[in-house]
T-cell receptor, first 110, second 118 residues
């Protein structure tokens, strides 16, 4: 089955700096890669996703890149703000099977 | 669109009792729903995959007789924790999707149920 690894597990950045979270996957059949943000005590919310036929996608301050050959994808948050503090999960999916990374706890220091 | 509800949001029960948690997709139909368990500051642990009209597929290490899953319709899946014990105390989250009527092919999460077993 699929194996998704996510790094780092914790990340602290100064407000205004950029944050990068990386994930790798093992199954070349995976073709959909969403990223979720989970604030304390709340449900994970989809923030951005990318499909295997696209190399990069951007939505305001967040962007995701995908390298199919190397089987890794990354989340980039620019101009970080305190409200970006949360746990972020990546996932790799094929069909109706979703495999989540172990999460990254991001803290943005004001 | 693509809203998933979960009920109850919080439940406290005595050891040995059973607790049922409902997961509903409110504005789309989901042939597949997933049940996760999440410990504080940890990742989502997939417990089982629930397919409408068929038996659930349980992950390794998850007791199917203890965590009963029923997916009777395209909008409702239930998780019953039978003979609950304090070690079953956790945050249980369901998700639904992909499905028809949803705007993307992703999963949509319910708000979670905090189970405390005394």
């Amino acid at each position: 089955g699929e194996n998704v690894e996510q790094h780092p597990s914790t990340l602290s950045v100064q407000e205004g700096d950029s944050a990068v979270i990386k994930c790798t996957y093992s199954d070349s059949a995976s073709n959909y890669f969403p990223w979720y943000k989970q604030e304390l005590g709340k449900r994970p919310q989809l923030i951005i996703d990318i499909r295997s036929n696209v190399g990069e996608k951007k939505d305001q301050r967040i962007a995701v890149t995908l390298n199919k050959t190397a089987k890794h994808f990354s989340l980039h948050i620019t101009e970080t703000q305190p409200e970006d503090s949360a746990v972020y999960f990546c996932a790799a999916s094929w069909g109706n099977q979703f495999y989540f990374g172990t999460g990254t706890s991001l803290t943005v220091i004001p | 669109g693509a809203v998933v509800s979960q009920h109850p949001s919080r439940v406290i029960c005595k050891s040995g009792t059973s607790v049922k948690i409902e997961c509903r997709s409110l504005d789309f139909q989901a042939t597949t729903m997933f049940w996760y368990r999440q410990f504080p500051k940890q990742s989502l642990m997939l417990m089982a995959t629930s397919n409408e009209g068929s038996k659930a597929t349980y992950e390794q290490g998850v007791e199917k007789d203890k965590f009963l899953i029923n997916h009777a319709s395209l909008t409702l899946s239930t998780l019953t924790v039978t003979s609950a014990h304090p070690e079953d105390s956790s945050f249980y989250i369901c998700s639904a999707g992909p499905g028809t009527g949803a705007s993307t092919d992703t999963q949509y999460f319910g708000p979670g149920t905090r189970l405390t077993v005394l």
